[in-house]
């Protein structure tokens, strides 16, 4: 269990992430790609990725083991909850000190020994933590371990073709599901506080003021100790969230956005045939920033059972995603309903990603 204690002052500093972290997404998308579970959700995305890999995934797996540890400055942060986009966050990995990423390399490969024995697994990769071993550096392959000026080249350049094949196509719809999920603890922030906030998080986080606990594959304890704590919602992580193993480095909680039961990555089918009509397109323009069913209805001016049915419609025809909040469900758009109410402008990429 993960439990991460939170003073008066910590609580005052919780924040939300503005948008996908564009790093945390590469490095944790690299897990999903080795799965072979959540095929309704992942299924497609994988064939496709595989299929543009051009032997990535060989040098990638040197530093992204499937469970335990992964070295912290794979995923660099920077102050404020403004997330780094994907080349501002390159070029804060290529300026990590040579004698930092040697170390956790050396942390990683003694980790990866220990994997032998019965050791639990992390769901989003960074799970068990342990200590370092200078000797585990012998196992490293000599890519990771040529030159000392920081991080390898070659290590930089897979990253970079990685994100290319297995994420950039696909940031539309990981930004969707973040801003939803960002929609739905808005909410419980303006309904419940900070407080509220915490105890809306997904079900495998538990607050218990002041301490926040989280289900994880090995027993920590983190003290904030003032800094505040930024909540960073996640398309690629799973099962579990996942922090920094360096207690010294800013606290960062990643967490799993909810996935629909539909597949996210699917095209629209023939049922977007049934978007004809004044009433369907006001329904999609009231739905906005994000509105409960009842909101939607009378921002539309409709029934409510109309409203319900409206919403089924839109989603179906991957206009809308819905996701719950408490007892009712809160609606937002896709790209591709943003774009529908554009007239088809594209939905911009934000940069580097």
């Known amino acids: 269990m993960l439990r991460i204690h939170v003073s008066r002052l910590d609580l005052s500093r919780v924040r939300m992430a503005t948008r996908p972290d564009a790093l945390w997404e590469t490095v944790l998308s690299f897990h999903r790609l080795r799965d072979r579970r959540a095929s309704t959700v992942f299924g497609k995305w994988r064939s496709e990725s595989r299929a543009r890999l051009n032997g990535e995934a060989q040098l990638l797996a040197a530093v992204v083991p499937p469970r335990g540890y992964f070295p912290d400055f794979l995923t660099p942060s920077q102050g404020g909850a403004e997330p780094f986009g994907f080349d501002a966050g390159m070029e804060a990995l290529r300026d990590t000190p ?22 639990p697994v992390g769901q989003c990769g960074r799970g068990a933590r342990t200590g370092a071993g200078g000797a585990a550096g012998a196992a490293l392959p000599a890519a990771l371990v040529d030159g000392r000026a920081g991080p390898p080249a070659r290590l930089i350049g897979a990253l970079r073709s990685y994100h290319r094949a297995a994420v950039e196509p696909y940031w539309p719809h990981i930004r969707a599901s973040v801003e939803a999920d960002r929609a739905v603890r808005g909410r419980a922030l303006l309904d419940g506080g900070t407080d509220g906030l915490l105890a809306a998080l997904p079900p495998m986080i538990r607050w218990r003021a002041p301490v926040l606990e989280a289900d994880y594959p090995v027993d920590r304890d983190l003290h904030l100790d003032g800094r505040g704590l930024l909540l960073q919602p996640s398309f690629f992580c799973r099962g579990t969230p996942v922090v920094y193993r360096d207690p010294s480095l800013r606290p960062v909680l990643v967490y799993p956005v909810a996935h629909p039961g539909a597949p996210v990555f699917a095209e629209p089918g023939p049922w977007l045939g049934r978007l004809v009509g004044h009433t369907r397109s006001a329904v999609l323009s009231s739905i906005g920033a994000g509105c409960t069913t009842s909101e939607l209805a009378r921002r539309a001016g409709v029934s409510l059972a109309s409203a319900s049915q409206h919403a089924s419609v839109l989603r179906e025809a991957g206009l809308v995603l819905t996701l719950r909040h408490g007892s009712s469900v809160l609606h937002t758009l896709t790209p591709l309903g943003g774009s529908l109410l554009r007239g088809g402008a594209p939905h911009a990429l934000p940069e580097g990603a």
């Open 98 to 119: 040579a004698d930092r990423v040697h170390a956790e390399l050396e942390l990683m490969a003694a980790g990866r020994v220990r994997q032998r024995a019965d050791r």
